[in-house]
């Protein structure tokens, strides 16, 4: 890989992780997660005015993809709501790279090489020292955790495929920002009834800056996928674990434990080892 594929998938890992820390501090994350959706609209309409529209064999990957990333949403603020950014956080994005090796290896015949096999052993005792904890499971943020990672593993294989199809990533990603601030809005409707937003309130503009950071995360992982392959930029982009422990560590008062940092780079480096596999 190119060092500009690798600088766009690192800083996209680093974003991914911030926004998530806007999302876990939050008081009511539903509501947040809603507003950050409604933010990325303004931001993404120019460029879905202004730059040629996706190909017609685009358009069902950018429709499923933004069915699917408004069901990771739902999932995520359930996930948040029964543990710490540092304990779900990496096992949502643990989940992704073990989730489509395995699909690969039932679905497509491919083989599970030695790399392959160490990654998804070394995320499995990651995950493991993320939810045992005083001698029992931390059932229910594991559940919740794995079902959004199924989710995200979902989302990112129909994007892989959607934008080699739309030839434009950014063009592509603002129209998956325009039909996911429509969904997420249509989902607080249907569930909790009108949305209210006070533009002089302070979590407003949090997380309103959450949307703009989540937006900046998905263009560049979004563009590092048009541009090296799909295997080494998930890796490389699942070491937002580590940031993740980092970042609720130093901002929202959780514990990093040596047993929860060194899950953590457990995880990663699984990642990685299934990303760069041969």
Excluded: K
Aim: with cysteine; aromatic share 8%; net charge positive.
């Amino acid at each position: 890989m190119s060092p500009l594929v690798i600088g766009l998938a690192l800083s996209a890992a680093f974003a991914h992780a911030s926004w998530n820390a806007f999302l876990r501090s939050g008081a009511d994350r539903f509501w947040v997660v809603t507003v950050m959706s409604l933010t990325m609209v303004p931001v993404a309409l120019p460029f879905a005015l202004l730059l040629p529209l996706p190909p017609a064999d685009a358009w069902p990957f950018l429709l499923l993809s933004s069915l699917l990333q408004t069901g990771y949403s739902l999932f995520l603020v359930a996930a948040y709501r029964h543990g710490d950014l540092g304990q779900v956080y990496p096992i949502v994005r643990g989940t992704v790279p073990v989730l489509a090796t395995i699909g690969a290896f039932m679905l497509a015949d491919e083989v599970l090489s030695p790399t392959s096999v160490l990654g998804i052993a070394l995320i499995a005792c990651g995950i493991l020292g993320l939810v045992v904890g005083r001698g029992q499971v931390a059932g229910r943020p594991l559940l919740w955790a794995l079902a959004t990672g199924a989710l995200v593993a979902a989302y990112a294989t129909v994007d892989a495929l959607g934008v080699r199809h739309a030839g434009d990533p950014i063009g592509y990603a603002a129209w998956i920002c325009l039909f996911y601030g429509a969904l997420l809005p249509l989902a607080f409707r249907l569930t909790r009834g009108p949305l209210r937003i006070d533009p002089r309130s302070v979590e407003t503009w949090r997380a309103a800056g959450g949307g703009v950071v989540s937006l900046v995360a998905y263009v560049l992982v979004v563009t590092a996928f048009s541009l090296g392959p799909t295997g080494p930029v998930t890796a490389l982009r699942e070491t937002s674990v580590v940031f993740a422990a980092l970042i609720g560590a130093a901002f929202l008062g959780e514990r990093l434990t040596m047993r929860r940092l060194a899950s953590c780079l457990a995880v990663a480096l699984g990642a990685v080892c299934i990303g760069l596999r041969g």
